[in-house]
C-alpha cells in the first residue's frame, strides 16, 4: 500500500480508496503534494512551483530564491523561514528558539506499531495496516523528528503521529509538538466542528475558512463539552451524501487544540495535537516525546461516508475493550431517580420493576461512598457509606444480581473532596499552585494524577471494592476541569508537563484497571459528555452522551456526536418529563425513539409510572433487544439534520447485507395545515425489495431511497413526534 519512488523522492500511501503523496523537495524538505481520492499512478503532475515570493525567506545560496519555505506545502513544518504555524516549536539549551528540518531516513513496515503509553489505533493483523515512519533530523541540535503515517486496508484514513527524540548532547525544551499537520492547495474550503456546552454538547457549527487563523481547542485539562478535538474540512457544496469533506480528529484525552490557517495565497494548514497553551516538555539527551495519534479522514461522497470511516475504524482499529463487539446491555441509572437520596428500601422497587421489564443492568450512581449525602464530600473515600444501604454493597449486588440483573457502580477516581479523609490525609495530592488554596468545582479538587502514588493509592482502592463487591459495570465520571495545574512532585523547568503527564498517568491508571478487570463494561463520564473522545474510547467502550436527556435537545446531541462516533458508544437515556435539564414535556415515544438510536437505558423513577406506562416501557425493551444487533453495528445514516432549516431530524442503520435497516424520524414542531415532507431512506440494495412496518406493500430499495413517502400528517400534530421504521428484505412480489 506504501510505495516510495527514489528518482522523485516521492512517496504514495494508497489502498484504492485514498491516496496520500508526500515528497522530499530541495534541501530535503518534507512536503505535502496530495489527499484525496485514490490515483493509481503518481507522475509529479503537482509540483509547488519555483517563484521568487517577496519576503519569503529562502536557504542560501541566494540563486534559490524561488525555494521558501514560507510557501512550500509542508508535512510537519517546523517555522524556519516559514511564516505559518509550525508543528513542533524547541527552545534549545543557549536560548535559541528554532529548529529546521530535514529528510534523512525512511521505513516501510507492514502493521501498525502502539503508540507508547498513549492510545492508538491498532491493527490485529499484520496486513491489515502499512506503516511509514520517516526521520526528520535538525542538523546543529541533534533533534530527530519520526513522522509515522499508517494506511489501513479498507478505510479511507490516514493515521498520523510523531516521535521526537533529543540525540543531541543539550536538553531542549519543547513548547510546541503537535501530531499533524498537513497544506493544502486554494479551494472553497469551509470547517466544520462540533462545539458547545455541559448539556449542549457537540452542536455542529460550519463556517467559511477565511485568511487567518481558525482554532479550536482546549485548556480544561480534559477533550471538553465546548469542543470536541474534531474539525472536517468541506466545501459550499458539500452535504451529507456529497461533496469532499476531510476529517481530522485527535485520539487523546486532554488539552487540544485544532486549527485551519488560510495564508496569503489561500493555501490552508491544518493542524491537530496536544495544545501548546501551557505546555512545555523537557527533552534530556537520548529522551524522546511521542505525540498523540491524529486521524484523518477522506470522503468524496459526503459526510455520512466519512463519518462511516471513523465509525468502523474505532469499532475495529480502537476500541479494545473485549465488550466492544457485543450487544451492549440496556441500563438503568438511578441518579435521576434519587439523586443522592437512596437507600435500600427505596432502591428495591426500581430493582424489582426493572428486572421485571427486562432491563440488563442496574447501576448505582453517586452517593454509596464516604460520607457522601450530597457533592460536598467523600471524593476519594472509595469505601462504603456505612448504614446507608442494608448488607452494603455486597448486599445491593446480591440483590441485583438474584434479581438477574447485572451490577454497576459510579466511581469519580480522578477527584478529591476537600471534606474527604483522603485530603485530610494528603493534602498535597490536589493539584494547587504553590501557597495558594486551589479552586474548587462542584465544590471538589483535582488528584495530581501525574504522580505515581496518587494513582497507585486510587487504583488499590478501587481494587479492594472490586475484589470484595461484584462489580459488572463501572461508569467512570470527572466532574470538573483542572485548574492550579501544578505538581508538587516535579521540578520549576517541568511544570509545563503536568496537564499531559496527568493524561498519561490516567491512561496508566485506566489500562491497569481495564486489564485486570476485563469483565467489566466500563462507561466514560465527565459530567455527560465532556470527555467524549477517542482516547477514552481505546478503553471504554461506550460514553455518556450529555447530563442533558431532553429528547429533543438530544437530536442534536446525538447528530452532532454521530459526525465522529458510533451510535454504540452513545449512552443514552429515557429519562422523566418535564425534563430535569430544561423543563420540556415530551411523549415516551419520542424519548424512547431517540434513546433507542444509540445505547439505550432509563434514567428515571420506575415505582412512579402507570401500569399503562409500565407496559409501554416493557414493549419499548423487547422492541431494542430485537434490533439492538442492527442499532449498535449497522452502518450509520443521517438522513435529516436538526441543524438544517427543515421540520424533521432522522437517521438510520443497515446492515451489511443491506437486508435488515432501522430508521427513525422526528418532528419537533406543531404545524396546522403542515407542510408535507417526503421521507427518503439510504443505504438500502437499489434492487432488493423490501417491506416496511408502517407502509403497506413491497418497495425496492430505489423507490424508498429515491421516490420516497409522505410522512404521516399525524407527525406534525403536537410538537415532538417520533416514527421507527422496520425495513426487512424480502422476495419480489
Ligand atoms: C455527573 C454525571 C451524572 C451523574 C452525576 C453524579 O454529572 O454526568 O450522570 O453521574 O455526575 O454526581
Redesign the pocket.
Known sequence: MITYEPTTQTFHLTNGLISYVLQITAYDVLTHVYFGQAVAEINGLRRYPMLDRSFAPNYAPATTRGYSLDTQPQEYPCGLGDYRSPAVDVRRADGGQYVDLHYRTHQISAGKPALPGLPATFATDQDAAETLTIDLEDPTSGLVVKVQYSLFQSLPVITRSAEIQNNGTQPVTLTKALSASLDLPLDDWEVLHLDGSWGRERQITRQRVTPGTFSLGSTRGTSSHQHNPFLALTHPTTTEDQGEAIGLTLIYSGNHQMTVEEDQFGSVRLQAGINPEHFSWQLQPQASFQTPEAVLAYSSTGLNAMSQAYHRLFLDHLMTSRHTHEVRPILI?N?EATYFDFTTERLTPIIQQAARLGIEIFVL??GWFGHRAN?RSSLGDWFEFPGKLTGGLAGLAQQVHTSGMKFGL?F?PEMVSPDSDLYRQHPDWALALPDTTPLTGRGQYVLDFSRQEVRDYIGAEMRTLLDRVPIDYI?W?M?RSLSDVFSRALPPEQQGEVAHRYVLGLYELIEHLTSAYPNILFES????GGRFDAGMLYYMPQT?TS?NTDAVDRLGIQYGTSLLYPPVTMGSHVSAVPNAQNGRQTSLSMRASVAMSANFGYELDLTELTDHELTTLGEQIAFYKRHRQLIQFGTFYRLYSPFDDGALTGWGMVDTPRSQAIFFIFTTHAQAHPRLDVVRFKGLAADQHYTVSGLTGVFTGSELMHVGFYLDPAAYYGDNNARTYVVTATDAP
Do not use: F, L, P, R
Open positions: 441509572n441518579w450512581d453517586d457533592d459510579w469519580e461508569k465520571d466532574n463520564c465527565s459530567g455527560g455518556w447530563d
